[in-house]
């Protein structure tokens, strides 16, 4: 299969220039998506179904870089410039956390909360078993967490946190989804994700 | 030597621009069709390509070289004749001696080897001599059907056309010996400049490749590099001058990419370039004017088909004229 220097040229996995235009990258994706899933007669007898998942995978990240302006700049950077880069500074989490970096300092707002501990406050959450949306709430603001800024750092909609600490299930997608949301909020206040999430869909449930 | 190079480029250029159309002494273009699998339409597909040819005002020569009971008359719509190509397989008569006419300008044909009652023997058979009995034949365009025979003995033939093109039909079985095919091709190129004891290692080790009990990646590049007694050339050659592939049949939306798609395996699984030139779509006109004997793009000029088939000579002919001037 891939030659394994080939495996971090996503010019390569998608058999482009390094010089294509954004709409090249996006048609090469497409095409290469088409002919690795699903049941393309062109791979029949060649790929194995393993192997064409693997290929696929790689597409995928090659277009994650690739098909994203930022991405593929910072990427070129390292590929096309004098200083030749490891194989390791090419990979997909590589970049990608390049690009963290860059984002962050962009924003600049990464300024630490501070609460004053309260003791007894704390024994409370230890002993809790019973999650309920109010006493998330509860935590959340005796760690003087705002909303919109915990939807920033766990991406999902402040909407759904809120509908989620007034247990509104109308305003909530599929349970799956609201338990994924449970985990991320308490991994966020230091709480134990697993813990309450399952307490909390426990109710949700009901 | 640089200079020289560059100075013939010049020439061919200006050659180029001042024959418009016409044969000036210039060695034909010589396209050869081939493919994996019979009963693709290669026969139709090297039919329309020199009637779209002709129509572009082009002097154009189909040869049959289906040893199988050609019909390329019938893709023509003419009567088969007596003259065929047993007559220069045979060495009775020279290649210029059986080419007929039909009533299309500035389209010939040398019919096909049609009467089969006569076993045939090819063991005579010289293909370096017909090659250039091909190139002295004073045409734009020379179309050669390569049928499904015995390909070893058309081999080097099929090296030195102009063009090589491969066409696959959209089914699984089609697209499967097409990739058997390149295969061979690949395999047949480099046997030529590799030492036998070399060579027998390479085919074990594709045939390990194939079976996936390799430990590592296989790749053509890297392994031609690292073995004594081959070299990477005739693969780099293959690259440069890649094979081209059509697809005839098409008949759903889904299947319209499935040219690229079949140049991405090759790419990825090879490491070999090949051009896909375009899909000619599944159209019910055409056999119902080759029941008709009358040729489709004939019978029904604006069917898509015809459209299809021009965008393919223009691309096939455009990108030589790049090549040259470049």
Same mark, same amino acid.
């Given at each position: ?206 | ?42 026969? =139709? ?7 779209? /040819?002709? %129509? &572009?005002? !082009?002097?154009?020569?189909? #040869? @049959? ?59 005579? =058979? ?7 009995? /091909?190139? %002295? &034949?004073? !045409?734009?365009?020379?179309? #050669? @059907? ?181």
């Amino acid at each position: 299969m891939l030659a394994s220097n080939s495996r971090f040229n996503f010019y390569e996995v998608l058999e482009l220039n390094t010089n294509s235009a954004q709409h090249e990258i996006t048609t090469a994706y497409e095409r290469a998506r088409a002919t690795y899933s699903g049941e393309n007669p062109a791979i029949y007898t060649i790929f194995s179904e393993q192997e064409a998942r693997e290929l696929l995978t790689l597409i995928e990240e090659a277009y994650s870089i690739l098909g994203n302006k930022t991405l593929r700049n910072i990427y070129d950077q390292r590929l096309l410039g004098n200083n030749k880069s490891n194989p390791e500074d090419l990979t997909y989490e590589s970049i990608l956390s390049a690009s963290r970096l860059i984002f962050n300092e962009a924003k600049g707002e990464n300024k630490k909360i501070v609460y004053v501990r309260d003791e007894a406050f704390e024994k409370e959450i230890a002993e809790q078993t019973q999650w309920t949306g109010v006493f998330l709430k509860k935590v959340r603001e005796y760690k003087k967490y705002p909303i919109e800024r915990l939807s920033d750092v766990i991406k999902v909609n402040p909407f759904y946190i809120k509908a989620i600490e007034l247990e509104e299930p109308t305003n909530l997608p599929a349970p799956v989804f609201v338990r994924g949301y449970v985990m991320q909020i308490s991994k966020e206040l230091g709480l134990d994700a697993k813990t309450v999430a399952d307490s909390y869909m426990k109710r949700f449930n009901k | 030597m640089n200079k020289v190079g560059l100075s013939q480029g010049v020439h061919m250029e200006l050659v180029n621009k001042t024959a418009t159309h016409s044969h000036q002494g210039k060695a034909p273009e010589i396209w050869a069709i081939n493919s994996g699998k019979g009963g693709v339409g290669k026969t =139709f597909i090297t039919s329309s390509l020199g009637l779209t /040819l002709s %129509k &572009l005002n !082009y002097n154009v020569l189909i #040869v @049959d070289l289906d040893l199988s009971g050609a019909n390329m008359h019938t893709a023509l719509g003419l009567k088969p004749s007596h003259l065929n190509m047993r007559h220069f397989l045979d060495e009775q008569k020279s290649l210029s001696e059986i080419v007929i006419p039909t009533p299309f300008p500035k389209l010939s044909y040398i019919q096909g080897v049609w009467d089969l009652w006569v076993p045939f023997d090819l063991s005579k =058979f010289d293909e370096f001599k017909m090659s250039a009995e /091909l190139k %002295k &034949l004073k !045409y734009d365009y020379i179309l #050669v @059907d390569f049928g499904v025979g015995p390909f070893e003995k058309f081999f080097n033939m099929f090296l030195e056309c102009d063009q090589r093109i491969v066409v696959s039909s959209p089914e699984p079985t089609s697209i499967e010996k097409t990739y058997r095919f390149i295969e061979s091709y690949i395999c047949q190129n480099l046997k030529s400049k590799a030492t036998p004891e070399a060579y027998h290692k390479l085919i074990n080790t594709l045939r390990d490749f194939r079976h996936n009990v390799l430990d590592n990646p296989f790749s053509f590049k890297s392994y031609l590099k690292e073995n004594d007694g081959l070299t990477l050339e005739p693969f780099n050659k293959l690259n440069r001058e890649p094979l081209k592939l059509l697809i005839n049949g098409i008949r759903s939306q889904s299947l319209m990419d499935l040219g690229y798609s079949m140049k991405s395996v090759c790419n990825k699984y090879y490491g070999l370039n090949v051009d896909y030139i375009g899909h000619i779509e599944f159209d019910n006109s055409v056999w119902q004017s080759v029941k008709n004997m009358e040729p489709v793009l004939i019978a029904q000029p604006f069917t898509p088909v015809a459209g299809q088939f021009l965008s393919i000579c223009k691309y096939l002919a455009d990108s030589k004229e790049i090549q040259v001037a470049a």
